[in-house]
């Protein structure tokens, strides 16, 4: 198999959890990502006042970018730490509330209202609680759900995706014998079968 070992590497919440408190996030990007900017018109096709979703969100930084051009935002985050940074690492003010329907999920929106980040685990999310979405920023969520869970993950992106939805996503091309991940090593052929 060309993934390697990893076929059965599994990263806890708790993990993920303590790269949070850690400090330990190399994958944030202080900069928006280069090939969100190069494929901009991809994702937007022309179109305003989009729903994006940000699955992973982290802080991305591209959220704001998007909301400020008049698009509204969805993101799934498990570190309650990663979205409150977001809010004031851009000086955003936000309110905090239950999600009725998940047990201990919180969301948090900014006042403006155009950016809604949800604090849970992203397989507790389904289109009843958040809605369809017009495009998708997949930066880093893909490579980041365990194996064992792509096929589940990608189901649910579908489910979440309208009818022309645009769906931007970004991997990374390596040895997977040579690193445990994440991030995972995703072939081109399984992006095939997962999202058609």
Known sequence: ???????????????????????????HKEEGHPLLQKYLDVLLNGRSGL?????????AVEMKWLADMGHSVVGVEISEQAVKEFFS???????????????GAKMFQSTSGNISLYCCSIYDL??????????????????????????RYASLMISL????????????????????????????SEIKSLFG
């Open 161 to 188: 995706m309208e009818k022309n939805s645009s769906y931007l996503l970004v991997t990374v091309s390596y040895d997977p014998n040579k690193h445990k991940g994440p991030p995972f090593y995703v072939p081109e």
């Open 1 to 27: 198999s060309d993934v390697g070992s990893q076929k059965d590497r599994v990263v806890t919440e708790e993990e993920w959890l303590e790269k949070w408190e850690m400090g330990n996030i190399g994958f």
């Open 51 to 59: 729903r994006i979703f940000f699955p992973l969100c982290g802080k």
């Open 126 to 151: 389904s289109s009843s609680i958040v809605g369809k979405f017009d495009g998708v920023w997949d930066r880093g969520a893909l490579v980041a759900v365990n194996p064992c869970d792509r096929q």
């Open 89 to 103: 690492e851009h000086s955003l003010p936000y309110c905090e509330e239950p999600v009725p329907e998940i047990s």
